[in-house]
């Protein structure tokens, strides 16, 4: 569950950096009504997530599909 939180924060990060990127618009900033410690909270949780991801890939070794097996097909067995 921890992990597909992460996955869910990190992707929202991206995101945001994308809409950064092509319009110049955070969201994050928008979203916290330009409160900085809020947005420093924000920045640290997606951080987190992906620091979280980062260590379930290593200890995966890149198989994350052993971790969601209603998802894998019978090709794989």
């Known amino acids: ?3 597909l939180i992460a996955l869910i924060i990190t992707i929202v990060g991206a995101l ?3 809409l950064i990127g092509i319009c110049g618009f955070n969201l994050v900033s928008w979203l916290t009504m330009n ?6 909270i924000v920045y640290i949780l997606v951080g ?3 620091a979280w991801l ?4 290593a200890r995966k070794r890149g ?3 052993e971790h969601f097996p209603e998802r894998r097909s ?3 067995e």
Not at 35 to 40: F, G, V
Not at 54 to 57: E, P
Request: net charge negative; proline share 0%.
């Open 1 to 3: 569950m921890i992990t």
């Open 16 to 18: 945001n950096w994308l």
């Open 35 to 40: 409160n900085e410690i809020a947005q420093r």
């Open 48 to 50: 987190v997530a992906g």
């Open 54 to 57: 980062v260590y379930f890939i």
């Open 63 to 65: 198989r994350v599909d």
């Open 74 to 76: 019978e090709a794989d």
